[in-house]
């Protein structure tokens, strides 16, 4: 998905910037974003990968989408949740809201 957002170029660019600099030793996943946003920023884009990929990788499930058609050129889009039978929901810090790229 990142790559489908980013686009091939920035995407693998800010990939090898992360493996070259974290070659031999150990990294976390705000030091894989910082290098996509710096490449990003080189490439005179303007893009926050953490707050983008945090929806997805900082709160667990997955949403359910809905898209209900309001005029004839008017979308309404909403989300939530999708819940397991028996699902004991937890509370998320992000509210469990997702950053959906259309």
């Given at each position: 998905?990142?790559?489908?957002?980013l686009g091939d170029k920035l995407f693998f660019e800010g990939i090898n910037s992360y493996l070259t600099k974290?070659?031999?030793?150990?990294?976390?996943?705000?030091?894989?974003?910082?290098?996509?946003?710096?490449?990003?920023?080189?490439?005179?884009?303007?893009?926050?990968?953490?707050?983008?990929?945090?929806?997805?990788?900082?709160?667990?499930?997955?949403?359910?989408?809905?898209?209900?058609?309001?005029?004839?050129?008017?979308?309404?889009?909403?989300?939530?949740?999708?819940?397991?039978?028996?699902?004991?929901?937890?509370?998320?810090?992000?509210?469990?809201?997702?950053?959906?790229?259309?």
């Amino acid at each position: 998905m990142l790559n489908e957002v980013l686009g091939d170029k920035l995407f693998f660019e800010g990939i090898n910037s992360y493996l070259t600099k974290y070659e031999y030793s150990s990294a976390k996943q705000s030091q894989l974003y910082t290098a996509i946003n710096e490449t990003a920023k080189h490439m005179d884009q303007a893009i926050d990968i953490g707050e983008f990929m945090g929806s997805w990788t900082l709160q667990m499930g997955y949403p359910i989408v809905y898209v209900k058609l309001t005029g004839e050129n008017m979308v309404e889009v909403s989300q939530t949740k999708y819940k397991f039978p028996g699902e004991v929901e937890k509370e998320s810090p992000l509210g469990y809201m997702w950053h959906i790229p259309f």
